[in-house]
């Protein structure tokens, strides 16, 4: 995974390699000042020098001190800058990527986990990156270079740490790999208390409506306490390994110091080299024991690096390169059009023939599931047929860039999204150069102006999620501005007035019908009320076309149709 | 500093876990200090005396720090992730018993999910006050005092000096490192929060973005904006490496001022020679203690900052009490309002103005009306979620204010479109209702509410799982389940709040089937903007911007060419077009 990361963002190497390179530095100046600090013991304690004879050494102690401080500064400032760069790099590319993979990838249920990685999940890779990683590396060499230094001076206490130091990577794995998986499930169970915590407040007018307040405050306590209970007999486990690592250390460090005074006294060895020994002990276990207390934050990075990783290598849709675009009226026509969705058995749509002639108005409507969704996301391209063809004036729009055919295409949404900004920029979305005159005649033309002039600073007021709501009615009309504004050949409505009051949907409806003028048009509906004006209604069913016709022909069909509009007439009103 | 107070009250339950918690905490620590400042005073020993045997004492220290180096630091990780989890307990529900009033009233503000789940992370949050904050500081202080007193014995200069550089090192260096990041810290936190808000809502409205051939231009500002934080970051990380850096500088110069100062005491032969090592070991051992409370302090004000948000929440008084002796409500007494008038803010617009209708026992009353006429308002004050600002709600006569909350409840039966369906089973989302119905009575409900499909087609029938806020059910599946839960409570007055929203016209008039079972015999207040089989109503009432601006029977309201008349005609236009 490291690698992996390594591979797709180069500049990473560059980061990584300097802190790494600057960690060893740091251990070379540590092995220095130890030795130091060492000898100034030796000469004070055993041969009876004074101040005066360890002016130097003193002096070079503390010149080891600001120097291993420089480089400790440099290497958490190289590592965190690195951290940023493979952030930054990351949350661009996968920003780009998802815009790519559209809304059909995007879909509203997945919505929140993408946002999640784009923007948490990202932050995850900084200490997996800035300490983790270059941490991996360090516990492989630092003890290396410690146990080489001590090596010549003695032989025993090397050959110990040698020993020694293999057991606790072994153990870690042996006891970590038992309590890991517990103490994920464990952290899986606490997200999901914390999930509890959120559904109990969402529902607290519920929960008083029924008068079951009492039973939930007594729920909440009771799962937190279980959760306590079971978490803890996990953790007894997961904290083995840090035990064992803590034990290994203390004990090595007790061991070498009980040696080297028996080696002392048979005078085996210098009181110099062997307190040396000991003042490098610890170095030597000291990135091992680093490298653990990242452990944890190393998993949840790689995790995080694993997940933005798939959604990068999610395959993008095929784009064409087609440079002659249709022009002038469009007329679009779907031949024999196939698509399933991934991981489904059934087509959402199977062999949809159907022409929509320039200027005309189509109306599809269709019980939830009959495939007018997908129908809206293949002419936008964020879907691409499985089989069949999609050609506008006789161009396959799939040999087009996405881009450049969407420019033929306005969009009026079910549930138009509408961005932190003001009015007016939210009308400009099709066009941004467009003049406030133009975009004022757009929301003229939707209906709209009148909803706008009455808020607090007419266009420039500030809507969207940090900013003013608007009713459904209003936030659909302004979606109709854009579309006005956009003045495109073909325009395609996602039940455009479903979920609006009915004062709403007639301002909506007449607002629509300007719009239509004019254009080759394509309704999309499960709600009646907005088709009746089409020239041609199709009734989708299963993913095919069940009946086709105007609504007066269709209702004496007794089909389908006059099901869906018998809805509303047994309804007396 | 009161919050901070507030805080450590949380901690009262658990004062002596917490205590032994710190002192394991400090034990760690001692034990090392001990064991590298033994091991050291062994070695220097061992260079001066004849036999190992003479070192027996300090030998046997030396393997007793290192088993309890080991073993305290396991033990006070346990008890201190004990203490973390009981907190959080005691946290999630003292919290939630006190929110537990203000709802929905003051809760408004915080509708929407990103308020509360900020709640949510804000408990996260203070959890970690403990382990992260209170314990690291307190083992720190408990650390430097034991460390400073070892010294004093060997000289009073040493032990101050040290203390010294201790102190500078865990307050100064955080301080320090604190001012110089603070405009950074706080122009990166604005970068972010304002990058991720556009990320957030650029990958929410993909369709529209897509659609209207933004993605470039998005893709540039978006590209902008991280760059700019990326700057940020970068300078940011210059300033935060210092923290590191300072401290191991702090540390090493310790060690070499306690030397400047001991090794003329050796020499003077004040000082034996054989403790320098020691004494050196002491002072590099005790950093450990104070390296991390740069970090501590960062959690500290975070969690200051979370308990602060909670408290001001938690402060706020309910809008609805319970009266001293509350009365027991009739069976089945008349729903009245008399002139009622409200308004959400004190300087917001009226809701409700002046509305007065009366609901007789078995008869049936419909409000219609535009979204945003104050029909929704009307629920809220019926079930006592707001009281009036003037006029009475009134059941069996009396004011709804001289019943408890939950008796008043309990006589109601709502079916409203916002109902919460719990990330909970089919079963426990009924059983909210009635917990005390048997597999028989839920039966029966769920046939009668048509749910029976969903209940066979889930996994595990009516112990299966309906997922987040019920994701797996579609829109008419969790009506019908309110609808269970409606006739599963079989309270004698019903009310529905625009119950056939956002449904299909097929799914709409299965619904409305199911619906009419569960009004035969009960008295029905029905809110909705679809006017549909509105002559069996009593009465009803045209009710716009908070004014009941009609008011009639069906037929009296149709011949008149009032609001009523309108609203018909635009809801059945496409029929009489087509």
């Not at chain 1, 997996?128 to 001590?150: D, H, M, N």
């Not at chain 1, 069913?541 to 006059?562: C, D, K, Q």
């Not at chain 2, 028989?440 to 066979?456: F, N, P, S, W």
């Not at chain 2, 509105?534 to 045209?542: A, F, G, K, N, Q």
Request: with cysteine.
């Amino acid at each position: 995974m490291g690698g992996d990361l390594l591979r797709r963002i180069p500049p990473a190497r560059l980061y990584l390699g300097s802190t790494v390179l600057m960690g060893l530095l740091v251990a070379v100046v540590t092995v220095a000042q130890m030795a130091f600090l060492s000898e100034i013991v030796d000469l004070v304690f055993l041969k009876g020098g004074g101040r005066e004879r360890v002016v130097t050494l003193l002096l070079l102690l503390t010149g080891t001190a600001i120097l291993r401080a420089g480089l400790l500064w440099i290497r958490e400032t190289t590592a965190q800058q690195g951290a940023v760069r493979v952030k930054s790099d990351l949350r661009e590319r996968l920003f780009a990527h998802v815009l790519r993979l559209g809304p059909a990838y995007a879909r509203s249920e997945r919505t929140g986990e993408l946002t999640t990685t784009l923007t948490e999940g990202v932050e995850r890779l900084d200490p997996y990156f800035a300490r983790y990683l270059p941490q991996v590396l360090l516990s492989a060499v630092v003890p290396l270079l410690v146990v080489t230094y001590i090596l010549p001076r003695d032989a025993a206490s090397a050959v110990l740490l040698v020993v020694t130091a293999p057991v606790i990577p072994v153990m870690m794995v042996l006891v970590g790999s038992y309590a890991e998986e517990h103490t994920r499930r464990q952290w899986l169970a606490l997200s999901r208390m914390g999930a509890h915590f959120l559904d109990a407040l969402q529902g607290l007018p519920t929960l008083k409506a029924f008068g079951r307040v009492a039973a939930e405050e007594e729920k909440v306590e009771r799962v937190s306490g279980e959760f306590r209970e079971r978490t803890l007999k996990v953790l007894r486990y997961a904290f083995l390994s840090g035990l064992v690592l803590e034990f290994m250390t203390a004990a090595a460090i007790a061991l070498v110091a009980v040696v080297l005074g028996v080696r002392l006294i048979n005078g085996a060895i210098s009181f110099q080299d062997a307190f040396l020994v000991l003042l490098l002990t610890p170095e030597f276990y000291r990135p091992l024991r680093e490298l653990g207390i990242h452990r944890h934050a190393g998993m949840e990075g790689k995790a995080a690096a694993e997940r933005i990783f798939e959604i990068l290598d999610s395959p993008v849709l095929a784009d064409g390169t087609l440079q002659e675009s249709p022009s002038g009226e469009l007329e679009v026509s779907f031949s024999g059009v196939r698509f399933t969705y991934p991981g489904r058995d059934l087509p959402a749509l199977d062999g949809l023939t159907l022409i929509l002639p320039a200027g005309s108005r189509t109306a599809v409507v269709g019980r939830s599931g009959s495939g007018k969704s997908t129908l809206v996301g293949l002419v936008l391209r964020f879907l691409n047929p499985d089989a069949g063809v999609i050609s506008a004036n006789g161009v396959p729009v799939e040999d087009l860039p996405a881009g450049a055919w969407r420019e033929h295409v306005a969009l009026v949404p079910q549930r138009p999204h509408l961005f932190y900004g003001s009015v007016l920029e939210n009308i400009r979305l099709a066009r941004p150069d467009a003049s406030r005159a133009e975009a004022e005649r757009a929301a003229e033309l939707a209906g709209a102006a009148e909803f706008i002039r009455r808020m607090p600073h007419g266009y420039d007021t500030q809507i969207g999620e940090r900013g003013q709501r608007l009713s459904g009615g209003e936030a659909q009309r302004l979606a109709i501005a854009r579309a006005f504004l956009k003045d495109a050949p073909l325009l395609v409505m996602d039940e455009p007035t479903s979920s609006l009051d009915p004062e709403s949907e007639r301002l909506v409806r007449d607002a629509l019908d300007r719009l239509a003028q004019g254009r080759t048009s394509l309704t999309v509906a499960h709600r009646l009320n907005t088709v009746s004006t089409a020239d041609r209604i199709i009734v989708l069913h299963e993913g095919r076309v069940a009946e086709t016709g105007t609504h007066a022909g269709l209702l004496e069909r007794n089909g389908h149709y006059s099901l869906l509009a018998g809805a509303y007439q047994d309804m007396p009103a | 500093m009161r919050v901070f107070l507030r805080l450590l009250g949380f901690m009262k339950p658990y004062r002596w876990r917490a205590l032994l918690g710190v002192l394991l905490g400090a034990a760690t620590v001692a034990s090392n200090v001990g064991l590298l400042a033994t091991a050291a005073y062994v070695i220097s020993a061992a260079a001066v005396v004849p036999f190992l045997a003479m070192l027996t004492i300090p030998v046997y220290l030396v393997r007793l720090f290192s088993v309890s180096r080991a073993a305290s630091r396991y033990a006070e990780r346990l008890v201190s992730h004990d203490v973390t989890f009981r907190l959080l307990a005691e946290l999630r529900t003292r919290f939630y018993s006190r929110l537990v009033p203000l709802a929905p009233a003051r809760l408004l503000r915080y509708r929407s999910g990103d308020l509360l789940s900020r709640i949510v992370k804000d408990v996260e949050e203070l959890q970690n006050v403990y382990l992260r904050s209170f314990s690291p500081v307190a083992v720190a202080l408990a650390v430097c005092a034991l460390a400073s007193l070892v010294l004093f014995t060997f000289d009073p200069a040493i032990a101050f000096v040290a203390l010294g550089f201790l102190t500078a090192t865990g307050i100064g260096v955080p301080l320090l490192v604190r001012t110089l990041s603070r405009g950074l810290g706080w122009r990166q936190l604005q970068l972010r929060a304002e990058l991720d808000a556009r990320i957030v809502d650029d990958i929410q409205g993909v369709q529209d973005v897509l659609a209207f051939g933004r993605e470039g231009r998005e893709r540039h500002e978006v590209s902008a904006l991280n760059s700019k934080l990326g700057r940020v970051q970068r300078r940011m990380a210059l300033v935060t490496g210092l923290q590191n850096a300072l401290g191991d500088l702090m540390m090493n110069l310790a060690l070499v001022a306690v030397l400047i100062l001991a090794i003329p005491l050796v020499a003077a032969g004040e000082m034996n020679g054989v403790f320098l090592a020691f004494v050196a070991l002491v002072v590099l051992g005790s950093f450990e203690a104070v390296s991390s409370l740069g970090a501590a302090f960062q959690v500290l004000g975070r969690s200051v900052g979370a308990g602060e948000r909670l408290f001001e929440m938690s402060d706020s008084e309910p809008r609805v009490t319970d009266p001293p002796e509350p009365l027991s409500p009739p069976p089945d007494g008349t729903l009245a309002l008399d002139r009622v008038s409200f308004r959400y803010e004190e300087d917001g617009s009226p809701a409700l103005r002046d509305v007065s209708f009366v609901l007789q026992p078995g008869s049936r009353v419909a409000v219609v009306g535009p979204s945003g006429s104050g029909k929704s308002t009307l629920v809220g004050l019926i079930l006592r979620f707001w009281d009036p600002d003037s006029g009475e709600v009134r059941l069996g006569g009396r004011d709804v204010r001289c019943y408890a909350q939950e008796d008043l409840r309990s006589r109601i039966g709502v079916v409203s479109q916002d109902t919460h369906v719990f990330n909970d089973t089919v079963r426990n989302n009924l059983l909210l209702a009635d917990p005390e119905a048997d597999d028989v009575a839920l039966h029966r409900v769920i046939r009668e509410a048509h749910l029976a499909g969903l209940v066979e087609g889930l996994p595990g029938g009516l112990d299966g799982y309906v997922g987040e806020q019920g994701q797996r059910l579609s829109g008419g599946e969790r009506q019908r389940l309110a609808v269970a839960r409606a006739l599963l409570k079989d309270a004698p007055l019903l009310v529905l709040d625009e119950i056939t929203a956002n449904l299909d016209t097929v799914t709409e008039r299965e619904l409305l089937g199911t619906i009419r079972e569960l009004m035969r015999g009960r008295t029905t207040l029905q809110i909705t903007h679809r006017l549909v089989e509105m002559e069996t109503m009593d009465e009803i009432l045209v009710l716009d911007e908070g004014r009941v601006v009609e008011r009639g029977t069906h037929q009296d309201l149709v011949r008149r060419d009032g609001p009523y008349h309108r609203m018909l005609a635009v809801q059945d236009g496409m029929l009489a077009t087509g």
